[in-house]
């Protein structure tokens, strides 16, 4: 019985040959293609004051609807439940509910914190519905007053206060 050299090598390039399809995905995936791993993401986000509903709950504190990423309009809305300035007017308290819509990244958190007097808020909690229920998330932004006849913020609507800023989801909860 005779051995060829062919079949070692064969062998050995088809190896290699299906390595590299499945490492390929996970190096090209970066942070754009996080739905199956457990890294923190950064997810920018735009909004703005929206209309109130029909019938507004009582107390009435907000609601912004806006974009998330490079999204459309509709992509991130939020809702402020609670809101206390302090008696200075230095810096107010924040409780409130942020939903990016994203495909398979679709989440609800909900998250407290502040606002100081310049428009910088800063605001902690957890995700609570859909993707990475349970992750950790941290929230940083900035508000840029209305400028009659401009857009305050790229993608925002004329003559609206808007606000700009990032979600830092955490890695998915282990439990």
Known sequence: MRTSGIHPRVALVSCGIALILQISPALAGGQ?????????????????GAPPPAIPPTPFFGLFEGFSDDG????????????????????????????????????????RGGQNAAGLGMLEGVIHAGWRTGARVRVVFQRYLAIAG?????????????FVGTIHVGSASKD
Request: charged content about 15%.
């Open 150 to 162: 401009t857009s305050s913020c790229d993608g925002a609507p004329m003559n609206k206060t808007c």
């Open 32 to 48: 754009s293609d996080n739905n199956h791993s457990n890294q923190p993401v950064d997810i920018t986000f735009t909004k703005w």
């Open 72 to 111: 459309l309009v509709g992509s991130f809305v939020a809702e402020v439940l609670w809101r206390q300035a302090s008696v200075n007017g230095h810096a107010a308290g924040l409780d409130a509910m942020y939903e990016v819509v994203d495909g398979e990244r679709s989440f609800t958190a909900i998250i």
